[in-house]
């Protein structure tokens, strides 16, 4: 008969072999897509105009696109995840807008492409846009970000309202000044997951913002992500430009590299940004 002891020691070693595992294959997935992207890597590849075959115009499209879908989808997210957790009464109407959302979050992101193409695309801007395609990202969103940011919120103590309130102030300053300053991680971290499904979406980009290879000026203007020009190069059959699958298939591995070194710096940007502000919003408090 095992210990309580030994059992414990027994399920953390199993739990350390799967994590040491799972960091392995994810290593060895990273180090593959490096290796073959590695010899496309050229500063003329990287900044090259993609009417010659470079990357400006994905890499320009996928920040624009990005920066575009955070200043809506942030103010609508903390907005309604604020009303339902902190002003709607908790009735039957309030449940079925979570379990709404809940049943948002489930649905295949080509359905939220093919409603932004019926609503923006061909209704409301008349083209395929930045804007048209940062809007569905939006809508693509907005279900775990609200849930996110819900949680986040609810999970700081009712006394620390209740000692708010007894101190004279308002339930909108308490939000402001207390709730929302301490569920700032919780909300970043919703933040930073959505900037990552943002920049690796391709099924709702396909003909909201278009194939354009020439570089974006206005959010009126077609684009092309980095996702979305990986998806091009992975198909396109070699019949220009003497370029064989192979050499298409390695250029699709130095975006993939950029792609996971453009994720990982826009995450780290994040943190700092939101770090600036929680630091900020605590010092009025």
């Not at 907005?79 to 649905?107: D, H, K, M, P």
């Not at 930045?130 to 986040?152: H, K, N, Q, R, Y």
């Not at 979305?228 to 220009?240: D, K």
Request: glycine share 8%; proline share 4%; net charge positive.
């Amino acid at each position: 008969m095992l210990t309580k002891n030994s059992q414990q020691n027994i399920v953390w070693s199993i739990l350390w072999a799967i994590t040491i595992l799972l960091m392995i294959v994810l290593l060895l997935l990273i180090g593959y897509v490096f290796v073959k992207g590695a010899p496309e890597m050229k500063l003329s590849f990287i900044f090259g105009p993609t009417t010659n075959g470079g990357l400006m115009t994905p890499i320009v499209g996928t920040l624009y696109l990005t920066i575009m879908t955070l200043i809506f989808l942030i103010p609508l997210s903390v907005g309604t995840a604020v009303y339902l957790s902190e002003y709607a009464e908790q009735n039957w109407f309030t449940e079925f807008v979570r379990y709404s959302l809940t049943s948002l979050a489930g649905i295949p992101s080509i359905i939220f492409g093919l409603f932004g193409v019926a609503l923006f695309v061909m209704i409301w801007f008349k083209k395929a846009s930045i804007i048209a395609g940062s809007l569905t990202l939006t809508c693509l969103s907005l279900p775990f970000m609200v849930a996110t940011t819900e949680e986040a919120i609810r999970s700081i103590p009712k006394a620390w309202r209740e000692a708010s309130y007894g101190l004279g102030a308002t339930k909108w300053y308490t939000i402001i000044h207390v709730v929302l300053p301490n569920a700032t991680s919780g909300i970043l971290t919703g933040v930073i997951m959505s900037i990552g499904r943002v920049i690796a979406e391709t099924a709702p980009l396909l003909a909201t913002v278009g194939f354009s290879a020439f570089l974006p000026v206005s959010p009126m203007d077609g684009t092309r992500t980095l996702a979305l020009h990986l998806f091009y190069l992975a198909t396109e059959a070699p019949t220009v430009g003497g370029l064989t699958r192979n050499d298409l298939l390695s250029q699709a591995m130095a975006v993939g590299t950029v792609l996971i070194i453009l994720i990982i710096l826009l995450n780290f940007l994040a943190k700092l940004i939101f770090n600036h502000f929680n630091q900020k919003v605590r010092g009025f408090k």
